[in-house]
T-cell receptor
């Protein structure tokens, strides 16, 4: 089974801190994604990556950046955390295919609180 | 623009009762449709998907969904709900560029004994 591991389940940070959320997948997937999940808003795509050192903005990239130096690892970076970035962050991965019937494999999520 | 609507924010059913969760989509072509479930404290898990063929698709855990093009719907059903089905359910549609998805806002299911 594919395993997507997010390094922290809960994280508490202060406003202005630089925050790193780490995600590792063990199935050699090309695609990796970062979503944030908020009540009433569902999942919204922040950034995604099709390959090492490649990244694309999703729907809500403002205030975030990403890094993919190795195929298995995709990091989400909050350069200067703000209270409105308090949220559940979900990492996902998938195989690279041009068709759209490939499912996503999700990590368990990181609940980030910014105080 | 593509979008997914889940009109029910929260549903409560009794254990053993039938369940239907609604999903409507907006898409210009034949959509790729998915249902995911998120148990408390967990990531999302794929229940089932539709991309062509038979419009009634079977998934894991006894769930099924029916694609109705005329109604732009992809409703999830289960004939008899178990207490372990209490979770959040997300409908999603595949986007037309790359392996990306639009997710609905989710429906939270409570199962009472």
């Amino acid at each position: 089974d594919v395993k997507v591991t997010q390094s922290s389940r809960y994280l508490v940070k202060r406003t202005g801190e630089k925050v790193f959320l780490e995600c590792v997948q063990d199935m050699d997937h090309e695609n990796m994604f970062w979503y944030r999940q908020d009540p009433g808003l569902g999942l919204r795509l922040i950034y995604f990556s099709y390959d090492v050192k490649m990244k694309e903005k999703g729907d809500i990239p403002e205030g975030y950046s990403v890094s993919r130096e190795k195929k298995e690892r995709f990091s989400l970076i909050l350069e200067s955390a703000s209270t409105n970035q308090t949220s559940m962050y979900l990492c996902a991965s998938s195989l690279f295919e041009t068709t759209l019937n490939e499912k996503l494999f999700f990590g368990s999520g990181t609940q980030l609180s910014v105080l | 623009a593509q979008s997914v609507t889940q009109p029910d924010i929260h549903i409560t059913v009794s254990e053993g009762a039938s369940l239907e969760l609604r999903c409507n989509y907006s898409y210009g072509a034949t959509p790729y449709l998915f249902w995911y479930v998120q148990s408390p404290g967990q990531g999302l898990q794929l229940l089932l998907k539709y991309f062509s063929g038979d419009t009634l698709v079977q998934g894991i855990k006894g769930f099924e969904a029916e694609f109705k093009r005329s109604q732009s719907s992809f409703n999830l059903r289960k004939p008899s709900v178990h207490w372990s089905d209490a979770a959040e359910y997300f409908c999603a549609v595949g986007r037309n560029t790359g392996n990306q998805f639009y997710f609905g806002t989710g429906t939270s299911l409570t199962v009472i004994p």
